[in-house]
């Protein structure tokens, strides 16, 4: 089992940035690909980011933040982080992280997953 922990959301201006933390308990975090995902209000839930196990792996971005967010992970602290810089108001959404034992995957096929850090982008 392993349980996550996001944090690090909040309200920022268009153009700001900020960094959200996924912290892992339980197994050995390093041996999960671990992905973003965000939910806007009345939409479904979308894919951001993925990270593969390794260090120096692979990693994959939606389109929308391609060049804007950055994924990255600290295996020794159990911690993936999200960068995300030039942020637009339709970024806002919960942002939630999710892990698997397998390779990354854009669709929401993860098999476990936090509770979620608000993000809020003020135009």
């Known amino acids: 089992q392993v349980q996550l922990v996001e944090s690090g959301g909040g309200l920022v201006q268009a153009g700001g940035s900020l960094r959200l933390s996924c912290a892992a308990s339980?197994?050995?975090?390093?041996?999960?690909?671990v992905a973003w995902f965000r939910r806007a209000p009345g939409k479904e839930r979308e894919f951001v980011a993925a990270i593969s196990w390794s260090y120096g792996g692979t990693t994959i971005y939606a389109d929308s933040v391609k060049g804007r967010f950055t994924i990255s992970r600290d295996n020794a602290k159990n911690t993936v982080y999200l960068e995300m810089n030039s942020l637009k108001p339709e970024d806002t959404a919960v942002y939630y992280c999710a892990a698997r034992r397998t390779t990354v995957v854009k669709t929401p096929s993860y098999d476990y997953w936090g509770q979620g850090t608000q993000v809020t982008v003020s135009s």
């Open positions: 339980g197994r050995t975090f390093s041996n999960y690909a």
